[in-house]
């Protein structure tokens, strides 16, 4: 039973789900609880994930019952990365927020408000976790209700009018994206007959019940996913939110959603995979890129600017789906996005924590006061330019060997269009990144008049930690498209 | 005032028709006749699962398949589902850690006296729901509702607040719900190698005594979204 990754799988959504409910139970021992959770949660996710790896895909019924009539949790090998993503993406957070909610900077009354951040970050651990197994359809849109409404929270902590504005709308559009997609799901099960993803795979044909699902869902979790034109609500929510939540919603809460797609996409609507609507979501992706790299580069503000990042690099994700899509099997293209989820994931995070910690130390973000801050605070500002290489996918990083993936494909089939707007989109982070950078490592003469409040090891230590992962993706890529290869998530000849 | 003229202000060009908004409005209705139609493609027939749950319902040890499917077959989704409870919660405690009750002496006493009397009555009124959650329509969260109702009418006559010496049994109470799921869903995977899988004959009481715990839990849940913020003590308004 212990070496049958089946046994693991609900383990991994158990450990982080009781130490949120421990967390909110015994809120006076927080720290003690968050390193044993953390670390149970790793655990359990790292024996998933190695049996995974050693013994292939692996399906857990629940109750017993077995799909259709009951769920099972599915993981081959796209989970296992998103799982593994998610624990050490989340272990360097829960480490930085450790030094920066108890930070003197805050007052009393934020730090009681603050409080409320650790049940609600293992509830959203679990719920990733829950949405990365599930193998059936209503059960992803419960843990995508799980994710929305941890991630609304976790933004209306930083307790701010402008971010509970945020937060509000943030909410609204979640829970939007959330019923369109369950209106997607009553379309499949109207038609279909079947919740069980793999069930449904094997009966779906391209009826009209199916391009209406296929419509709700696609709308749905692009809202949720903030693909242009329905980004709106990113920028706000992610800029005004403290930092770890920032970085918790850039790198995985974005992720959750996109990861839905990308299966039921491949998984269900597959028989669509030939229809104008991969191509418009590669259009859309385009424009995404280009309109939030001409955002990013217009913005004044450090955090703003990281934000509309996110709203570029979204694009990315969407550039290849006619590829995915209409020509099923292209692994190479499967494992550019996968490589560029982990990438983006890192160094967006490590980009929003060493952000965060430029904040909590100077009590400003405008770029025009960043000037000299190599000097003062070097530990920060050296992650922000790792965690900037690879955003900008300089070679050797992470983000380099993705979008090498993506060309490699999109050459590969023709679509050299889209190779043009990847080369342009990393043009145009240099230029966003720089405009960071050039002040940060400008020398300035009087610098020992300023005064910064002092930064703890942790909150540093994080920063760089994932600053130095995103570099270090840079030699996962081979690994990366063997793991993909476990029971790779499209329909098989055999199963059509 | 100002704010207000503003606001009607913004309403009344709320009400005009303008060009873009005729354009949504025809997409709107683009879109449900599209929706509809796909809908009406539906094949004929009983839906599978709905078979499959009633072929499956002598394992289930209930009668009632709503339950059967709830706590059974898809009992992990209303795990889940427990657990949004609680994150409403904290949500809200998020945003507004601080109580906003105010807590004055009833006018008269017979809002309370009312409230007393009626207290007992819909405990067991709660209670008989779940208990007919098993064979027919009903359950932890139509038990849980009343249990809600009983609340509200409780903190709006301040008999609970001014009767509660201890404010730390409320962590508990909106917990106990999920703990139960829980500990349920992990010993049965520890003993029976998959997770909330009942074993054969015992499933009515494993499902009542998790529905038991969420009953509580579901109720305070709903009582504290009516207060809003964690409830503390205060002798104002």
């Known amino acids: 039973m212990f070496f049958d990754a089946a046994f693991w799988l609900p383990l991994a959504i158990m450990a982080p789900l009781t130490t949120a409910l421990l967390l909110f139970l015994l809120p006076r021992r927080s720290g003690l609880l968050t390193v044993i959770g953390a670390a149970a949660t790793i655990a359990t996710v790292f024996l998933a994930t190695l049996l995974v790896i050693q013994n292939g895909a692996a399906r857990h019924t629940l109750g017993g019952w077995g799909a259709p009539l009951g769920i099972d949790l599915t993981a081959d090998g796209l989970t296992v990365l998103m799982l593994a993503l998610t624990a050490i993406v989340g272990a360097a957070i829960t480490l930085y927020a450790h030094g920066y909610f108890t930070h003197p900077v805050h007052d009393a009354t934020a730090r009681t408000r603050y409080a409320n951040f650790w049940p609600l970050w293992f509830f959203l651990w679990a719920a990733l976790n829950a949405l990365f197994l599930s193998g059936d359809v209503f059960n992803l849109y419960v843990t995508l209700e799980l994710v929305s409404f941890a991630a609304v929270a976790l933004t209306a902590l930083a307790g701010k009018p402008a971010v509970l504005a945020a937060a509000m709308r943030y909410l609204l559009v979640g829970l939007l994206g959330s019923l369109f997609y369950l209106m997607g799901v009553v379309f499949l099960y109207g038609g279909f007959g079947v919740l069980d993803i793999a069930a449904l795979g094997a009966v779906v044909t391209a009826t009209p019940a199916l391009a209406a699902a296929a419509a709700l869902i696609t709308v749905g979790l692009a809202m949720k996913t903030a693909l242009f034109p329905l980004h709106f609500w990113l920028p706000p929510a992610h800029a005004n939110a403290t930092a770890p939540v920032s970085a918790l919603l850039s790198a995985l809460v974005i992720k959750g959603s996109f990861y839905i797609l990308l299966r039921v996409w491949l998984g269900v609507l597959y028989p669509l995979g030939e229809t104008i609507a991969p191509y418009l979501l590669m259009a859309l992706g385009a424009a995404a890129l280009l309109w939030g790299s001409l955002q990013a580069i217009r913005q004044t503000r450090l955090k703003l600017l990281v934000a509309y990042s996110t709203v570029a690099q979204i694009g990315y994700l969407f550039l290849l789906m006619p590829l995915l899509l209409a020509e099923r099997n292209n692994l190479v293209a499967l494992a550019g996005v996968v490589c560029f989820m982990l990438a983006h994931a890192t160094a967006k995070a490590s980009a929003f924590l060493s952000a965060g910690a430029i904040q909590l130390a100077t009590g400003d973000d405008r770029l025009a006061s960043l000037r000299g801050l190599m000097q003062i605070m070097p530990a920060p500002v050296a992650a922000f330019a790792m965690a900037g290489v690879s955003l900008v996918a300089l070679p050797p990083s992470g983000g380099f060997v993705a979008k090498w993936f993506m060309l490699d494909a999109t050459l590969a089939s023709g679509y050299w269009v889209v190779a043009l707007v990847i080369v342009a989109g990393g043009l145009m982070a240099a230029v966003y990144i720089m405009r960071v950078l050039a002040p940060l490592f400008r020398q300035v003469e009087t610098v020992e008049a300023r005064r910064v409040e002092h930064v703890p090891l942790s909150m540093n230590l994080s920063a760089f930690g994932l600053a130095v992962l995103a570099i270090l993706l840079s030699f996962t890529g081979v690994y990366v498209l063997e793991i993909l290869a476990i029971g790779a998530p499209w329909v098989t000849e055999a199963g059509l | ?237």
């Open chain 2, 1 to 237: 005032m100002r704010d207000l003229r503003v606001l009607e202000h913004h309403h009344d060009d709320d009400t005009a028709m303008t060009p873009p908004r005729l354009i949504i409005l025809a997409l709107s209705v683009l879109m449900v006749v599209g929706l509809a139609l796909a809908a009406l493609s539906f094949p004929a027939g009983d839906a599978r699962l709905a078979t499959l749950a009633m072929a499956a319902l002598p394992q289930s040890g209930v009668l009632n398949p709503v339950t059967a499917v709830l706590l059974n077959y898809r009992g992990y989704d209303t795990l889940l589902e427990v657990a949004v409870l609680l994150l409403a919660i904290l949500g809200i405690w998020a945003v507004a850690p601080q109580a906003r009750i105010w807590i004055r002496r009833p006018d008269t006493p017979v809002l309370a006296a009312f409230v007393q009397l009626l207290l007992p009555l819909m405990v067991v009124v709660a209670g008989y729901l779940l208990w007919l959650g098993a064979d027919e329509p009903g359950g932890a969260f139509q038990g849980g509702a009343v249990l809600g109702a009983l609340g509200v009418l409780w903190v709006a006559a301040a008999v609970w607040l001014s009767n509660a010496r201890r404010g730390n049994l409320l962590r508990p109470l909106l917990g106990i719900g999920l703990a139960a799921f829980i500990t349920a869903a992990v010993a049965l995977l520890l003993a029976r190698g998959s997770l909330l899988e009942y074993p054969s004959g015992q499933a009515k009481t494993i499902i009542l005594i998790i529905e038991g715990a969420a009953l509580f839990s579901i109720g305070a849940t709903l009582t504290l979204l009516f207060v809003g913020g964690f409830p503390r003590r205060s002798d104002a308004p």
